[in-house]
């Protein structure tokens, strides 16, 4: 019998419930988020209940939760999922975020606005952005490090009909990101690392140790490191891909290609506009490149720039 992943809708997700060797015992790939709504403080929880109650199944059967990267909108209800007893599988990496919860989510955002502006952008247009930027929709809890089950690279999950989730360590979306491919029907779920319709960010992460530090504040190189990944991931024999969000994906070789093309064109057209510029400055490239972005786009393509920047710095070295 072929592997039929069930998906779980939330908000913009969706998880993806697989059944476990055990009798009526299930794995959620992502927690989920916890959507706040005026009506109902549950919101997201009961939205989930109901539609595992769709599949005759409640809280209590799934077992495991398996985080694929330690963002709000993957990881908010861990907690929850901890509090019902199940077990949660999350990276070494991303452990510390699942454990301060909101309070990481919300001392990062700061961190970064301040980064950029550092890298050339004006503190007036930080504050445009600060306040178009809505923190309170979703809730993060913290959650218990006991319940928090490390897991990597290579590690093997079993499941139903003699069929194996082996995971994979693959970073770059996130520090601790994770995907996993079933070992027989070939399914990878991929939370954020492949998306169908939008090219993930390798967004941009501080460096732990140089926040408690002196200046300037150091950036963690993602988007070489999220490449590797995902063109690893594109030599692999891949039959569907189960993203984070929509629906499943029938052809994987075009998913990666996507990806893998448009950072090749993203390169090219950095460099050509770096050296037109005649500076390294990726606000003033930014601006270059898209003049007309407003200043929330441009800033998130300001931090594509600097990962083009940290990729063309790391082929230079090899």
Not at 136 to 158: F, G, K, V, Y
């Amino acid at each position: 019998m072929s592997l039929s992943p069930i998906p779980i809708h939330l908000a913009t997700n969706t998880c993806w419930l697989l059944p476990l060797d055990e009798n009526d015992s299930w794995l959620l790939v992502d927690a989920g988020p916890d959507v706040i709504s005026q009506s109902s403080p549950e919101f997201s929880w009961n939205l989930l209940c109901a539609q595992l109650a769709q599949h005759e199944l409640i809280p209590s059967n799934i077992k495991k939760v398996l985080i694929t990267h330690e963002h709000i909108d993957h990881a908010g209800l861990a907690s929850r999922w901890a509090k019902e007893g199940a077990t949660i599988l999350v990276h070494p990496e991303a452990i510390s975020t699942l454990t301060k919860g909101i309070k990481t989510f919300e001392d990062d955002r700061e961190n970064r606005f301040s980064y950029l502006v550092q890298r050339g952008v004006p503190s007036s247009i930080v504050d445009e952005i600060k306040s178009q930027t809505d923190t309170n929709s979703m809730r993060w809890i913290p959650c218990p490090e006991t319940a928090l089950h490390p897991i990597s690279d290579q590690q093997e999950i079993m499941l139903r009909n003699h069929e194996t989730l082996v995971i994979h360590y693959a970073p770059g979306h996130t520090r601790g990101n994770l995907v996993a491919v079933t070992s027989n029907s070939k399914l990878l779920f991929s939370g954020d690392t492949v998306l169908e319709h939008t090219i993930p960010t390798a967004g941009l992460h501080l460096d732990r140790e140089s926040l408690d530090a002196f200046e300037p504040v150091q950036h963690w190189p993602s988007l070489p490191l999220f490449i590797q990944s995902v063109k690893k991931l594109a030599q692999t024999d891949i039959q569907v891909i189960y993203p984070g969000h929509g629906t499943a994906i029938y052809d994987p070789d075009k998913a990666f290609n996507r990806f893998i093309h448009h950072h090749s064109k993203r390169a090219e057209k950095v460099t050509t506009a770096s050296e037109t510029v005649g500076t390294d400055n990726p606000y003033l490239i930014a601006k270059h490149m898209f003049p007309r972005l407003g200043n929330r786009r441009l800033a998130q393509a300001m931090i594509e720039i600097i990962g083009h920047q940290d990729l063309k710095q790391a082929q230079e070295l090899n």
